[in-house]
């Protein structure tokens, strides 16, 4: 609870902990630490309801606490993942991971409470306790074997999707929320149903898209995955389908967009897997690492934001006449994904950064876009396109082929040590002055 009492920004912080490297004793100092600055916070108002020298007096309060604890962290972090992961035989997904750690080491990352009451503020009245899950998770993939490890643990089927294979053997149909998934011959269909917004990801297309992918790589009548969007609601697109308009901008300005569900979980999970595969074991020798199938992209209308970053991460893109692809981080203010990391394989570093760092839109079809997308038909066609592509990759050396070019593109030191970066800055953009201001810019437009 906060109470309307100011805190007067004279009042110094306290010292920081002296660290000695000894874990238990280094944990009881930010614990103490923590404790200390959460209690000062606790005087301020809320958010919204700060001066500019209560505003000023909370960011030092966070500032010095997410200090301590990345140094506690660039000390601790191996230690801490192998306390909370019990030696590695744990596979345990984010959200878990910060339960644990609440649990065993208070003060390391926010309480449970102190998250839940996040999630009824809009962005900007959030105070941002998301930046110090970035710091913790960051930590960790920086560590070679806690950063390998929590990696390999998103690419085990999520929560759920085990219980669901059967239904899908039987059926060949399974209609989720937000995705159906429809087995047609060798290809699982995966298609968007999220049509009240242009098929824009929110935490529940996300989560059923794991899901849908988790089938489509356990089912083994399955060799081709395709991804498309349905149909949507939009005026202007009425009774079309569209692929993506990306991350759900009216749910980011109203703080229904999660760091660990969608911001993070969303790399290390169902993107992850569409680009490094699914693993259901611990392999021996005669089974490969990962089950990996091809997949294909149809895209109608247009790809954009996280829409275009999936067609990084497939086989074949196929796309109707006068579609177009595009990734507005400049615009947004926010990190496309890992588009850094896998944009400029495809199209060299110069494209590449008149993409990511001017907005330029690309339109299927034009000079340049072959490096993207492998054919362009009529709106008309599009669907018999994906059926010769189906055709095309089905074969069976078309996996362990397509395996050992992932392993070629993005070796997993790569990947993790991208990742590692990603979950810092990613945290920090979402609550930067700059992305809020232009979400609230958005939000008052007619």
């Known amino acids: 609870m906060t109470s309307d009492a100011p805190v007067s920004p004279a009042i110094p912080l306290p010292p920081p902990p002296a660290f000695t490297g000894q874990l238990p004793t280094d944990h009881k100092g930010l614990q103490h630490y923590a404790d200390q600055l959460d209690r000062f916070l606790s005087q301020l108002p809320s958010r919204p309801a700060r001066d500019t020298e209560q505003t000023d007096r909370a960011a030092a309060l966070h500032e010095a606490r997410r200090t301590a604890r990345h140094s506690f962290l660039a000390r601790h972090a191996p230690q801490v993942y192998d306390v909370l992961t019990d030696g590695g035989t744990l596979q345990l997904r984010l959200p878990d991971l910060v339960r644990q750690a609440q649990?065993?080491?208070?003060?390391?990352?926010?309480?449970?409470?102190?998250?839940?009451?996040?999630?009824?503020?809009?962005?900007?009245?959030?105070?941002?306790?998301?930046?110090?899950?970035?710091?913790?998770?960051?930590?960790?993939?920086?560590?070679?074997?806690?950063?390998?490890?929590?990696?390999?643990?998103?690419l085990h089927p999520a929560p759920g999707s085990l219980a669901l294979?059967?239904?899908?053997?039987?059926?060949?149909?399974?209609?989720?929320?937000?995705?159906?998934?429809?087995?047609?011959?060798?290809?699982?269909?995966?298609?968007?149903?999220?049509?009240?917004?242009?098929?824009?990801?929110?935490?529940?297309?996300?989560?059923?898209?794991?899901?849908?992918?988790?089938?489509?790589?356990?089912?083994?009548?399955?060799?081709?995955?395709?991804?498309?969007?349905?149909?949507?609601?939009?005026?202007?697109?009425?009774?079309?389908?569209?692929?993506?308009?990306?991350?759900?901008?009216?749910?980011?300005?109203?703080?229904?967009?999660?760091?660990?569900?969608?911001?993070?979980?969303?790399?290390?999970?169902?993107?992850?897997?569409?680009?490094?595969?699914?693993?259901?074991?611990?392999?021996?020798?005669?089974?490969?690492?990962?089950?990996?199938?091809?997949?294909?992209?149809?895209?109608?209308?247009?790809?954009?934001?996280?829409?275009?970053?999936?067609?990084?991460?497939?086989?074949?893109?196929?796309?109707?006449?006068?579609?177009?692809?595009?990734?507005?981080?400049?615009?947004?203010?926010i990190v496309p994904g890992l588009s850094n990391l896998r944009l400029p394989r495809f199209t060299g570093a110069r494209m590449a950064r008149q993409v990511l760092l001017c907005g330029r839109r690309l339109r299927a079809g034009e000079a340049g876009t072959e490096l993207l997308c492998d054919e362009v038909v009529p709106a008309d066609r599009l669907t018999d396109a994906v059926e010769r592509a189906v055709t095309e990759l089905a074969g069976p050396a078309a996996a362990a082929n397509r395996a050992m070019l992932a392993l070629a593109d993005e070796p997993w030191d790569l990947l993790r040590r991208y990742l590692a970066d990603f979950?810092?800055?990613?945290?920090?953009?979402?609550?930067?002055?700059?992305?809020?201001?232009?979400?609230?810019?958005?939000?008052?437009?007619?």
Not at 174 to 192: D, I, Q, S, Y
Not at 426 to 438: K, N
């Open 103 to 154: 649990t065993h080491f208070p003060g390391l990352v926010p309480t449970a409470a102190q998250l839940a009451d996040e999630r009824g503020h809009i962005q900007a009245d959030k105070e941002g306790y998301e930046i110090d899950l970035g710091i913790f998770f960051g930590a960790l993939l920086r560590s070679p074997t806690a950063g390998a490890h929590l990696i390999a643990t998103m």
């Open 423 to 446: 979950a810092v800055v990613q945290a920090e953009r979402i609550y930067s002055a700059d992305v809020l201001a232009r979400i609230e810019q958005r939000w008052a437009r007619p």
């Open 165 to 333: 294979l059967d239904t899908f053997r039987r059926q060949d149909l399974l209609e989720l929320e937000t995705v159906v998934v429809e087995r047609r011959g060798p290809a699982a269909h995966v298609t968007f149903h999220n049509h009240h917004c242009l098929n824009a990801e929110d935490n529940q297309l996300i989560a059923d898209l794991e899901t849908a992918v988790d089938l489509t790589l356990l089912d083994d009548r399955v060799r081709v995955g395709v991804l498309r969007g349905g149909q949507v609601d939009h005026p202007r697109y009425a009774g079309r389908r569209v692929f993506s308009a990306g991350i759900n901008l009216k749910d980011l300005r109203n703080g229904s967009i999660s760091y660990l569900d969608f911001l993070l979980g969303r790399e290390l999970g169902y993107v992850n897997k569409l680009a490094h595969g699914l693993l259901t074991s611990d392999p021996g020798w005669r089974q490969p690492a990962a089950v990996h199938k091809p997949w294909v992209a149809a895209v109608d209308a247009f790809a954009i934001g996280g829409g275009m970053q999936l067609l990084l991460v497939v086989d074949r893109v196929l796309a109707e006449e006068g579609a177009y692809f595009s990734l507005p981080a400049a615009e947004e203010g």
